[in-house]
């Protein structure tokens, strides 16, 4: 049975900075790449960062880049994402999502790709 396990969030003030963890366990991933999604109050779910398990290629949305980082430890299974300068904006609860890469095209955008899902967990950013 394939889990995923966030953790990490937390209530922070602006500019500062969380790191999330992922925890994938119950198959081998080394042919998927994880994403991290989230989902603020009200509105739609959408795409953060993702990485490749297999060479670490990685992709963030244009909001976060330069903010945030995505990066695996193949050896524990687990997905990060270091999230520095925070904002308001960035409060949200944050999803981490598993999906096969089928080749070296791949969408980490889109959510229809995802096979597996975390139940999340809450960053807060206050002002």
């Known amino acids: 049975q394939v889990q995923l396990v966030e953790s990490g969030g937390g209530l922070v003030q602006a500019g500062g900075s969380l790191r999330l963890s992922c925890a994938a366990s119950?198959?081998?991933?080394?042919?998927?790449?994880m994403g991290w999604f989230r989902q603020a109050p009200g509105k739609e779910r959408e795409f953060v960062a993702a990485?490749?398990?297999?060479?670490?290629?990685?992709y963030y949305a244009d909001s976060v880049k330069g903010h945030f980082t995505i990066s695996r430890d193949n050896a524990k299974n687990t997905v990060y994402l270091q999230m520095n300068s925070l904002k308001p904006e960035d409060s949200a609860v944050y999803y981490c999502?598993?999906?096969?890469?089928?080749?070296?095209?791949?969408?980490?955008?889109?959510?229809?790709?995802?096979?597996?899902w975390g139940q999340g967990t809450q960053v807060t950013v206050s002002s």
């Open positions: 999502a598993a999906a096969r890469a089928g080749g070296s095209t791949w969408y980490p955008w889109a959510m229809d790709k995802y096979d597996y």
């Open positions: 119950g198959r081998t991933f080394s042919n998927y790449y």
């Open positions: 990485i490749r398990w297999s060479g670490g290629s990685a």
